[in-house]
């Protein structure tokens, strides 16, 4: 059973007064650009019949805005998976059992977990690896599990149950020197690049795949395998695009994956392209290694791609991302929209995006590819180069989480309502309603 929170989240009248007058000119609220009206009231508020206990770390700055619900929070510096609520009570753990997090858990409508975790030898280590996709129940029993680690490759970061039951997840694999070298790669090592994989867990049956391997291109030597011009076929992938990995032979570090029901796609996050992928699932795997078939005809050549235009020699479009994390699509009100946590390496200061997808992706050399910024957030104090992401509250409000700090929840207007600092190293927060059919099924 869910404990019950030990604090009902409420603000003394007095405290409130004090906050809300201080926060309203404070430059806490600053941003770059917003859109949108200000939700006044929310969907769900918070009671107030109880004092506040001081929690270290903990700011209500706007009580009344504050959305009563709970975050998933994946630590990975305290191997931790916890539901905790909005007065910074834990009200459910999961016991991994010496397992440690290779970044994501995610809790599905039945009431288990879908988490990659690090497999016990891996032959992989670049952070986020993982290795191990597991099933836990509220017990913390690994109900299956599938081990996806050799030399040749390892799963990473992140997972998705589709529909059908089905588990999309991240690979790292591997090209020896010759083989690098053959493909036109422009450094003498071996490389890691991205491949996405979907399992059946009923038959542990790999039943299609995807491989970045399959679709790229290089204008480096033109005696060696896939030279052309980058600027001219924007739907495949530079492999040289990364001068300088950050590791190894490491050229794409991918980190995470969202999937479109209605299209049959996948958005992939590629955190040293500073992009996002969209890849056409429609196709078969086959398909998926060609540049022909599928619902979007392209094969498994990238049906979009938005982010960073300088990615494929484009002098035209915004350049938003330098790092970016947690590719999130949005429905009901806001479907057509993704969320998108850009890290701001280089500058060093972060931005939650929403970006308006066109209805048509179309991605054509030397034009204006990228989607509208519909929203976006950032403020001076809001930076972390790795990690983090931001999700969207049923009230209109939107909860970011800062990997090394903790949690922020800000309004569509820009009012930051509420923030939690604690230490960690946050993949991301998820938002769940209290009466989810996942909270549910714990409290059974």
């Not at 059946?200 to 030597?221: G, K, L, Y």
């Not at 946590?341 to 308006?356: C, D, I, V």
Request: a negative charge; aromatic letters at 12%.
């Amino acid at each position: 059973m869910i404990m019950q929170s030990k604090l009902a989240f409420s603000v003394l009248t007095f405290i409130l007064a004090i906050f809300m007058v201080v926060s309203c000119d404070s430059a806490d609220d600053a941003l770059t650009s917003t859109e949108g009206e200000q939700v006044d009231e929310p969907e769900n508020p918070i009671e107030t019949e109880d004092p506040v206990e001081n929690i270290e770390g903990l700011e209500v700055l706007n009580a009344s805005l504050v959305f009563d619900g709970y975050i998933l929070v994946n630590d990975a510096a305290s191997n931790r998976v916890y539901l905790m609520d909005k007065g910074a009570n834990i009200i459910f753990e999961w016991d991994l059992k010496g397992k440690r997090l290779g970044n994501d858990a995610y809790l599905l409508s039945d009431g288990r977990l879908l988490a990659m975790l690090e497999t016990e030898n891996p032959f992989i280590e670049f952070g986020g690896f993982g290795g191990l996709i597991a099933l836990i129940n509220k017990e913390s029993e690994v109900e299956w599990s599938f081990e996806y680690s050799n030399e040749d490759h390892i799963a990473h970061h992140d997972a998705v149950m589709m529909p059908n039951g089905n588990i999309l997840f991240l690979s790292w694999e591997k090209k020896s020197l010759d083989e690098a070298n053959a493909a036109g790669y422009a450094l003498n090592t071996e490389v890691i690049y991205d491949a996405i994989l979907e399992i059946n867990p009923n038959t542990n049956q790999i039943v299609w795949q995807w491989h970045m391997w399959d679709h790229i291109i290089q204008d480096f030597d033109n005696s060696k395998d896939n030279f052309a011009t980058i600027a001219e076929n924007p739907r495949s992938i530079d492999v040289n695009y990364v001068v300088e990995p950050d590791a190894e032979g490491d050229i794409s570090h991918a980190n995470g994956i969202d999937y479109d029901e209605e299209n049959d796609l996948i958005y992939l996050s590629v955190n040293f392209y500073n992009e996002i992928w969209v890849i056409d699932h429609s196709t078969t795997t086959e398909e998926a290694a060609s540049s022909s078939g599928g619902n979007f005809g392209f094969g498994g050549d990238l049906v979009y791609r938005f982010g960073n235009p300088d990615a494929y020699d484009n002098p035209f479009g915004e350049i938003r991302f330098d790092r970016n994390h947690h590719p999130n699509l949005l429905k009901g009100e806001n479907k057509g929209n993704i969320l998108v946590f850009a890290n701001g390496l280089s500058k060093q200061q972060s931005t939650a995006y929403e970006l308006e997808l066109p209805s048509t992706l179309s991605l054509r050399p030397n034009e204006d590819n990228e989607p509208i910024t519909a929203w976006s957030f950032t403020q001076s104090n809001l930076f972390f180069g790795k990690v983090s992401g931001v999700a969207l509250l049923p009230n209109g409000n939107r909860l970011i989480t800062e990997g090394d700090f903790g949690f922020w929840e800000v309004t569509e207007a820009g009012e930051v309502v509420w923030r939690y600092e604690t230490p960690g190293f946050f993949w991301r927060g998820y938002h769940f309603d209290k009466n989810d059919p996942a909270i549910q099924h714990l409290e059974q």
